[in-house]
């Protein structure tokens, strides 16, 4: 069981979508609202609210690949405190759950705040799924947006006031590029180790193995030939993929049972996914340990909880040799 909202209200019994034929369907995310440097609308028309600093709340987990991006691209950016973030610490009951409410968004009875209560309080009527990240509006009491790849987008380039603006990570130049590999990458990797995790049927689940691998073999040849993901410039391309890579090993490949090979099994794969690790801030974005407990948590896939004891991760801190492909300056 997943649980969502339905007009409003929590049903812990709601199933997590699938297909005819077993394959797990992800929900389009709903809040697509935009955050632009003057609160003009956003690329789309969304609807524009306004950078300003101390406005903007991030609900996430340590878990979460999603929220990590946003984790990272906060970091990346130098938003920390600019951007606050609440990240989940009480077990996932009802949802991603909170021991801290913010603002006027109390813990229930039970006392602990559930991000379902945000949503609610948004829109009272609203039915869905209830994910990290959420971007929440302190000002308006709303949930802005709660779709990774946009807010990732936003803290890039709204906030320019205030970030560091060293680098661009979507660049005018590779865009065209960068939406490329990304559309390969979510298919293939972010969204292709939950399809083939939580799979109910064997074919969905060869399918759905079978892309992935698909997708590690691609990137690990792409990866021989150029630094990172977009050549010698790192992008947010490189920051998508990452979280995924970071919890192949630890994760994914047993618990979501992509088990053909592991990322250390390729020589590109992990000397890159090293460097990233062992970029300046980005240990400060993850927490490993939790992460694994949270995932073996998940009763339809591991339904005796139990959390193994291994991997050893310690392969991340080994020196990397991306140094011998060239890197812009």
């Not at 987990?61 to 984790?71: E, F, G, N, Q, Y």
């Not at 949930?143 to 320019?160: H, K, P």
């Not at 996914?273 to 970029?279: F, I, K, V």
């Amino acid at each position: 069981m997943a649980g969502m909202l339905i007009d409003g209200v929590w049903d812990d019994d709601a199933e997590v979508p699938h297909d005819k034929r077993g394959a797990f369907v992800r929900d389009a995310s709903k809040f697509r609202n935009w955050v632009t440097a003057d609160g003009s609308p956003g690329p789309s028309g969304e609807g524009g609210f306004e950078a300003t600093p101390g406005r903007y709340h991030l609900f996430v987990s340590w878990s979460c690949p999603w929220a990590h991006r946003t984790l990272i691209m906060r970091q990346l950016k130098g938003l920390t405190d600019v951007v606050s973030a609440s990240i989940a610490d009480r077990p996932k009951t009802a949802g991603w759950s909170y021991s801290k409410g913010l603002d006027d968004l109390a813990p229930g009875k039970d006392g602990v705040f559930h991000l379902h209560q945000a949503y609610a309080a948004a829109n009272p009527s609203y039915t869905g799924k209830v994910t990290v990240p959420t971007l929440w509006d302190r000002q308006q009491g709303m949930v802005v947006n709660n779709e990774s790849s946009e807010i990732i987008r936003m803290l890039n380039d709204a906030f320019g006031e205030w970030a560091d603006n060293s680098i661009d990570y979507y660049p005018d130049d590779l865009r065209a590029g960068i939406d490329e590999i990304n559309d390969f990458v979510y298919e293939h990797l972010n969204n292709g180790v939950y399809r083939t995790g939580f799979a109910r049927t064997q074919e969905a689940y060869d399918q759905a193995v079978n892309k992935v691998f698909h997708g590690l073999d691609t990137l690990e040849e792409r990866l021989g030939k150029g630094r990172y993901l977009m050549g010698e410039r790192i992008t947010e391309a490189d920051w998508r993929a990452f979280p995924t890579l970071l919890r192949f090993d630890l994760v994914y490949y047993s618990h979501f049972k992509c088990n053909v090979r592991r990322l250390q099994d390729y020589p590109n794969l992990v000397d890159y996914l090293r460097e990233l690790y062992q970029w300046p801030g980005i240990t400060d974005t993850l927490n490993l340990a939790a992460t694994k407990a949270n995932y073996y948590h998940q009763e339809r896939v591991n339904p005796t909880c139990i959390v193994p004891k291994g991997p050893d991760m310690g392969f991340l801190d080994l020196p990397h040799d991306r140094g011998h492909l060239p890197a812009a300056a």
